[in-house]
């Protein structure tokens, strides 16, 4: 006689803590003055980390950091740090959106809808594409919007 074992997915409790590290590449910025692109005179590229606190399958928060690395004239630095608090809205086949807050360092501040996919989903890991829309305000400059496109490892 042999037993049947059933696979059934066992479920999710909740809540449940992941962390997540990405790079950001803007590729282009809009203001009053035009448009600017991320590959002219100036590169600027993020490097956002977080944790993921996922409160059921549909709803979590997010607590993201993300430095920026600018080189200009042949000279990199951190240009700025953005801390980037969010709400998680999860829906079927791992497509998410963020709404998230933006505090920078360099004094912008604004919000940021992200758009985002999971891409693959492994036991331990999974990768996932976003495509974040800063919009930003503050520190004596025009108002602008950016689009990019952001990679990520999630654990």
């Known amino acids: 006689m ?6 059934a997915q066992q479920p999710t409790n909740y809540p449940k803590v992941t962390g997540y590290f990405s790079v950001f590449n803007p590729v282009a910025t809009w203001n009053k003055d035009g448009v600017t692109s991320n590959f002219s005179d100036v590169y600027t590229i993020c490097f956002p980390f977080g944790v993921n606190i996922l409160k059921s399958d549909h709803f979590g928060v997010s607590f993201e950091v993300a430095p920026a690395i600018r080189t200009e004239k042949n ?3 951190v240009n700025s740090v953005l801390f980037h608090p969010g709400a998680m809205f999860r829906f079927k086949h791992g497509f998410t959106f963020i709404g998230r807050m933006a505090f920078e360092t360099n004094g912008r501040f604004g919000f ?5 996919q999971m891409i693959v989903k492994g036991k331990d890991a999974g990768f996932f594409v976003s495509v974040p829309l800063p919009v930003r305000f503050g520190n004596n400059q025009p108002a602008s919007v950016t689009t990019g496109l952001q990679l990520g490892v999630t654990f």
């Open 2 to 7: 042999t037993a049947k074992i059933s696979h």
């Open 75 to 77: 000279i990199s630095k």
């Open 112 to 116: 940021t809808p992200v758009f985002n």
